[in-house]
């Protein structure tokens, strides 16, 4: 855990940093926002920020999310400045410390940080093969293919996998190629000089240099346009990189994780994936089965997530009556681990009674989640291909004379709009890249048809 400590914290920040390194964080602390973001440029990194309740969060926030660093940030303040602590948390604050600070209060917190994203939480027979690999694989410094739907916790595998090896001490780094646009994410991987393109106003170290030493994980690399495969396969090669603008090559030592929700050897075949990449990243691969072929993790993720958010919420804790489980267990769970927590979420907070019953297991919108046998195991995308097979075969007479692009367009925002403008959802409905995906609403847009944002539908014509 790296703690990046911001601010003078009224005059506590020895206690706090006492407090958080004798739980094993590696702290840093600078004086205002400005020495921050030069910290996090440099390379340095950071899993979690404390500030000064006093400093501008809101400027911070902002900052952060322009030059895309990930970073959850926890304001500290005196304990009775109770309008700070609000303010704090509209600005973006994840959570508010008073102060003086109390020992197990810090380490709650901290553990919170450090366990969000490695904690597998399994019972079944599938899943305890693909962690039984993992295991076996951690200590090494093979790159790992982890392949897996949409939510099945690729992302919490990969953190596993570094928990667990002789790089468990150094930098664990994410890089979402598919959340980045093209043009910055050379920058992002790489870094860049100082004035190496318009925006470019400092020095910015890249997550190949941040994560030295440690771990990088190359989240959705499917995603990732072909050009640029070709230097990251460089890096990969050679251990070394070029900063956009450099002069000088830059040596570093890591180990490499990718995931993908996508067959590469099929996207290889349809040239959209270097085959020489894909050989260098998949030593070994770990592919984790979506929630519909683990009934016994439904049950297992089910009860976590009850008491998860229960605490969460301050919430008595409710049992899972057995009609709610045998509704949770017949759902094919389309978003799989992501899904059921949601879901979960939910029905702890529209429970009533003694427990949570069937009436709470209910979709973000309120209807009635899909009462679907668990016994069909084909991917959510089959199922509607198959769905929509059926019927353009029933409306045959209605398809003929039009062209395929139009037909293509009504599919595509038709999904779009049964996921409420969802991008990665409707992508993974129609077994396209989100790439491809973000490509054809575009061109829609550009002929006139307004596009569902996320959480809307699109509106009749």
Not at 243 to 257: A, Q
Not at 285 to 305: A, C, G, M, N, Y
Request: glycine letters at 6%; proline letters at 5%; charged letters at 25%.
């Amino acid at each position: 855990m790296r703690l990046l400590i911001i601010g003078a914290l009224d005059g506590q920040i020895g206690a706090a940093s006492q407090i958080a390194m004798s739980r094993g964080a590696k702290v840093s602390q600078v004086d205002d926002i400005e020495a921050a973001l030069i910290s996090l440029r440099s390379g340095r990194g950071a899993d979690m920020a404390m500030i000064d309740v006093g400093q501008p969060i809101s400027q911070l926030v902002e900052s952060l999310a322009n030059e895309r660093i990930n970073l959850p940030i926890i304001a500290c303040g005196v304990n009775t400045d109770a309008t700070a602590a609000a303010n704090a948390i509209r600005a973006g604050a994840k959570e508010f410390l008073p102060l003086p600070p109390d020992p197990e209060l810090i380490a709650a917190v901290l553990e919170a940080v450090a366990e969000e994203n490695t904690q597998l939480i399994f019972s079944d027979p599938a899943m305890q093969e693909v962690v039984k690999l993992a295991d076996q694989i951690a200590p090494s410094s093979a790159s790992v293919l982890i392949n897996g739907e949409t939510g099945t916790g690729k992302e919490v595998m990969a953190s596993y996998l570094h928990k667990k090896s002789n790089r468990s001490d150094k930098p664990f780094v994410c890089v979402n190629c598919a959340a980045i646009p093209e043009n910055l994410l050379e920058s992002e991987l790489f870094g860049h000089e100082k004035g190496a393109f318009t925006g470019a106003i400092a020095r910015r170290i890249g997550k190949f240099e941040e994560a030295n030493g440690g771990t990088l994980l190359l989240d959705e690399i499917s995603e990732m346009d072909i050009t640029l495969q070709a230097k990251l396969l460089r890096a990969i090669q050679e251990r070394v990189i070029d900063r956009v603008g450099g002069t000088k090559p830059v040596p570093v030592d890591i180990r490499i994780l990718a995931t993908s929700n996508r067959d590469l050897a099929e996207a290889v075949r349809e040239k959209t994936f270097r085959e020489d990449l894909l050989f260098r990243l998949n030593v070994v691969t770990l592919k984790i089965p979506p929630l519909r072929e683990r009934p016994s993790d439904i049950v297992t993720l089910s009860h976590h997530f009850a008491k998860k958010y229960s605490e969460m919420n301050a919430i008595p804790l409710r049992q899972i009556s057995d009609a709610a489980m045998e509704k949770l267990k017949r759902n094919v769970w389309q978003g799989n681990v992501r899904e059921l927590e949601n879901t979960m979420h939910r029905a702890v907070l529209l429970a009533q009674g003694d427990d949570i019953g069937p009436e709470a297991i209910l979709m973000p919108d309120g209807s009635a989640v899909p009462d679907t046998p668990q016994t069909q195991s084909a991917p959510p995308q089959q199922m509607q291909t198959a769905g929509a097979a059926a019927e353009v075969q029933g409306d045959s007479a209605v398809m003929v004379g039009r062209t395929v692009a139009d037909v293509e367009k009504d599919l595509i925002l038709n999904t779009l709009e049964h996921c409420l403008g969802n991008r990665t959802h409707a992508a993974n409905i129609l077994g396209i890249s989100i790439r491809t995906l973000r490509n054809k609403l575009k061109q829609y847009s550009g002929e006139g048809v307004e596009i569902p944002s996320a959480g809307t539908s699109r509106p009749a014509i």
